[in-house]
Every structure is written in C-alpha cells, then in structure tokens.
C-alpha cells in the first residue's frame, strides 16, 4: 500500500461515481448541518450559477471546500475523516432535485447517489455515501432511495438530532426549488455536478488523516475539538471494542445534545487543569487528562458518569430514595445564575457521592450559598474560578467539605460582605440578571417552595418609583430626598412583575400602581408582591420594617449569621 498523501481537485460528477465508495466512521460525530448552514449552500450555489447566466459548461469552477479521507490509490472504499456535513448535504440537494424533476432526469440523478445492483450480474445496490450506522437506515430509506424523499418530507415522528437535521434540511431543499422552474432546477443539477469541485485528501492511515484533520481544524473549518477527541480516543482502542465504545460515546452525546456535549468538555478540561485556558482544549486535555492513556477507563470511569451527572445537574433531575426534590431545588437555583464555575466542582463531586443522598443534600445547599454569596458580593471570573478550583482540590484530596476552613463554606468576612450588599442599594449595584435571581431566590423562600417561576418574562421593578412625581402621594410619604435616596433601590422597596417594565406606569401612585400594575385583577403569583398589595400605604418606616424582615430570610437560609467584618475582629468585637 502506498503511504502517499495525494490531493486531487475532482467535480462532483467524479466524487458520485464509481471512484468514491464513501462511508462514515462510527467514531464521527453525528450529522449536524441545521438549515442555517443548508441554506447557506443553497444560496451560494444558486447565486454563483445565475450571476454568470451562460452556459453551464462555460461557467468557472465553483469550490465547495476539501474533504480528508482514508483511502488506497486503488480501492474506491473510503473512510470519511472530514466532509462528512458536505457530502451528507450534496445527497440531500440532489435527491431533492431528483424528486421534483422529469423520471428520466430522476434516473440520471439518481446513478450520483447509488449504483442499482444486477440480479443477473448477482450484485447488490452500492451506496456512493454510507453514514454511521445510527443513520444508515434513516438516511438510504428517506434520502437515497426513491421514492423516500415524498415520505421523508410528511414524516411527523421524534427523531434523534442527526436525523431531524437531515429531514429538516430536505424540506427547506423542496421549498426553495419548488421556487425554480423545472429548467432552473436541471441547470443547477447540472451545475453542482459538472461545475463544483472538492479538494480531495487521501491518506492510507488513521494517523496521517488525523495530523491533517487537525491541521483543517486549526484554520477554522467546520470541526469540533469534541471531534477530534472522538478520533483520537475511539482510533486507540482495539479493533474487537470500537464499536461498543462507539456506541457508548454516541448514547452519551446523543442524550445531552452535541452543543452540552462539547461543553461537558470543557468542565472535565477544568476539573483536571483548575484554571482558566491557557492553550487549546485539545492541547490541554492531552497534557492534564491522564486517564486518555487509557481510552477504556477514561469513557468507563470519566466521560459516562460526568455525562450522567452533568445531565442530572443542567435538568435539576436527581434521583435518589431521599431528599432528591431538597437537592433539585438548589440545582434549580444554581442553574439560574449567569455563570457556570460552579459545574466542575459538581461533577467531580457527583462522580463520588452520588449513592449518598444526604451528602448530596448538603453539598448542594452549601454550594447554592456559595455561589450566590459570590454572585451578591460579586467576584471576578478569576477569583471565582480560583475558589471552585481549591473546591475541586479538596473533593479530589478527600478533605472535610464543612469545617470552617473549607473553600465550600463562606467565611465570616465573605458573610459579612453578602449581608451588607443585600442591605445595600441591591438594584443599582446588581446588574439585572443578578438582581432578579436574588429577587426570586427570596420570593421562592417566603413562599415556603409553593412557587414555580415559568414566566416569558420576570422583571425587577420598584415600588416607591425612582423619579417620584411632583406633588404625588409619593412626595407625601417620602418628603426627605435622603430618605429617597437611603430606601429607593433596596430590597424592600423592590418587587416582582410577569411583564415589562412601563416607565410611565411605573410612576403612578400607590393605589393605581397597585392595581394596574403590579397585579392582574389584584392577585399577583410573587409572594414579595403580594406583600405590597397588603399595605395601604408606603412610607419610610413600612420599608424600613420590609426590608429588615426579608433580610432575616436570606440570613436564615444562607446562614449568615456568622458574619464579622475584619474591622469587627481588629476592634475585638
């Protein structure tokens, strides 16, 4: 066998013929063009063919991009390392085209997908594309046979991503060629095989093919760390177990989508190197991740069980004989926060303690304290990613996540600078994804767990208005413009609407405020907003006694009654 790398520039009619028997490795990842990038392709072909407006045979070529392949100088069989989404797409477009044509224009299509078998010769039909075995059946049935495609466009059923990819791709392919004439769409059929070209890399072996698929990769195209860590991985175990192992790594991928999937990467990449990204994360999980010397441990022992638990933790869905719904609560608050630091930590607690539902109650009630403690007093990226690094170092240790010195438990000075960010001018100094997870957090808390939060919409907003009218009720209540100013913006002056902010409505005084705006037909689903509803009046001493009780509640929850300034400590008290 020749260990020649060889790149040729081929039409499309060469690429669809006897030449190429393609097939997808089941180490690839799944088919994953949405009609974004379908329509993309279709646009530039149709918009290249009728700028020129000549004869087809007289047009430029047209390059579609390259593809990487495993493949002898002889043998026609071909393992698809890279191309898999424009190959997969070009069989979709021409079976589209093939369906809403002449028959005898259909069957010269039809010799680009498949070549028919001979009962006389004794030779079956012979796919120019075989996708990975997950597909195979979906995609010859639906695509490449026939009479698939009328079916493929009036099929209603779930399917997997991959799949529902390849049928969405297929209608918006029938609607825009329904648009062209039956001329129009022989032209491009004629042009896509004759005048689009590929770059066509064949390398005889997984490694060469892998050098260059990274290579490709490094310059943007359309591949994924997560795929070339497939390759990799999968490429290194036996012969005997690949397919299993392929099986294993596509059910994972497949049950958390191929977006949470890459980055379930990027939480174990952090668990090993406990730090923000230095290099590439492929760079970084071949240098930090030392169980990929051993592919099977790592998918046994690594990937599936994060996989699990990060499914489990991003859908708040434990599951346990005890305390499951204590722990989904928290994960349900966690989930809400604007950053993801906390993840990793997670995961890497999941992995070990999982069996044990208390510990796991108190993990996740602690880590909800944490995280939000950082969110109100409002730590960097880089101290954040500091703190849950240490977290992880001391699960991976096995130390005491609850002694006083743990990076899982707020200090008293961390307690001390929450409690006085919550008794402080929270909406101001909060930005508005913060500020409404804390609103909520504290709502959720009064209402005793009874509260469920599934609105399109949950705005902040103030009761005593910031820029109070003149002569208004307001002016009566609040007449000091320090008080304004000391109660405005803090949280007992603060409430919760299912709708957006109205500027104008947002100055009415108390009693229209209360009715129109605050409530729909006097009842509101905000325990904090009901509060409001309750008073007759607003004033100073009313805020005054709101926000003191609602302060004992986050200090009561998050156990912040620790708390002592280190100027307390210096001064001895």
Request: hydrophobic share 40%.
């Amino acid at each position: 066998m020749s260990k020649t790398l060889v790149a040729h520039e081929q039409s499309l009619a060469k690429i669809f013929s006897d030449d190429y028997v393609f097939r997808i490795p089941g180490y690839q990842r799944p088919y994953s063009w949405t009609t974004e990038q379908a329509r993309e392709l279709f646009d530039d072909l149709t918009g290249f063919m009728q700028s020129d407006g000549g004869a087809v045979d007289e047009m430029p070529p047209y390059f579609l991009g390259s593809i990487v392949l495993i493949k002898s100088e002889a043998n026609p069989s071909s393992d698809v390392v890279d191309g898999q989404q424009r190959l997969t797409t070009l069989t979709i477009l021409l079976a589209a085209i093939r369906a809403c044509v002449a028959p005898d224009r259909a069957t010269e299509l039809t010799s680009l997908i498949y070549e028919k078998g001979s009962a006389i010769h004794g030779t079956k039909d012979r796919f120019r594309l075989t996708l990975r075995d997950r597909d195979c059946d979906f995609f010859q049935r639906y695509v490449q046979r026939e009479k698939g495609f009328a079916e493929l466009l009036d099929l209603k059923d779930t399917l997997p991503d991959s799949q529902s990819n390849i049928r969405a791709n297929a209608h918006l392919f029938h609607t825009r060629l329904d648009k062209l004439t039956e001329d129009d769409r022989i032209r491009l059929a004629q042009f896509i095989v004759t005048r689009c070209y590929l770059v066509v890399v064949a390398t005889p072996d997984l490694d060469s093919a892998y050098r260059i698929f990274s290579v490709l990769n490094s310059r943007g195209l359309d591949l994924s760390a997560t795929d070339i860590l497939k390759a990799q991985i999968i490429g290194s175990i036996p012969d005997m177990q690949k397919a299993a192992y392929t099986a294993k790594w596509e059910d994972a991928e497949d049950d958390l989508g191929r977006t949470t999937f890459g980055d379930l990467f990027s939480h174990i990449r952090m668990i090993y190197r406990k730090s923000k990204p230095k290099a590439t994360l492929l760079k970084e999980f071949n240098d930090h991740v030392t169980e990929l010397k051993n592919p099977v441990r790592f998918i046994d022992d690594i990937l599936l069980p994060m996989a699990r638990s990060y499914e489990e933790v991003l859908d708040a869905a434990y599951e346990s004989t005890a305390h499951a719904e204590e722990v989904n609560e928290s994960l349900r608050w966690l989930n809400r926060l604007e950053f993801t630091d906390w993840v990793p930590p997670s995961l890497a607690f999941m992995v070990r303690f999982r069996q044990q539902p208390d510990i796991v109650r108190r993990y996740f009630r602690d880590l909800e304290r944490l995280a939000y403690g950082m969110l109100i007093s409002k730590f960097g990226i880089n101290e954040r990613i500091d703190r849950f690094s240490r977290l992880t170092d001391h699960l991976e240790l096995g130390s005491d996540l609850w002694n006083d010195e743990s990076p899982l438990q707020l200090t008293p000075n961390e307690q001390h600078a929450v409690y006085s960010a919550l008794d402080g001018p929270i909406y101001s100094t909060l930005a508005a994804r913060a500020r409404s997870a804390v609103l909520l957090r504290l709502d959720a808390l009064l209402s005793e767990g009874g509260a469920t939060y599934e609105y399109d919409t949950i705005t902040v907003e103030h009761v005593l208005p910031q820029t109070p009218p003149p002569n208004s009720t307001w002016l009566e209540w609040f007449p000091d413009p320090k008080d304004r100013i000391t109660w405005v913006h803090r949280v007992g002056n603060l409430a919760l609407l299912t709708r957006r902010k109205n500027s104008a409505a947002s100055n009415y005084d108390f009693a229209t405020k209360k009715r129109a705006y605050f409530s729909r037909n006097g009842i509101s689903p905000f325990v904090i907003t009901t509060q409001v509803l309750d008073k007759v009046e607003w004033t100073p001493a009313i805020v005054e006694q709101r926000q003191n009780e609602l302060l004992a509640v986050f200090e009561s929850h998050w156990r912040l009654h620790d708390r002592k300034s280190l100027l307390d400590e210096l001064i001895g008290l």
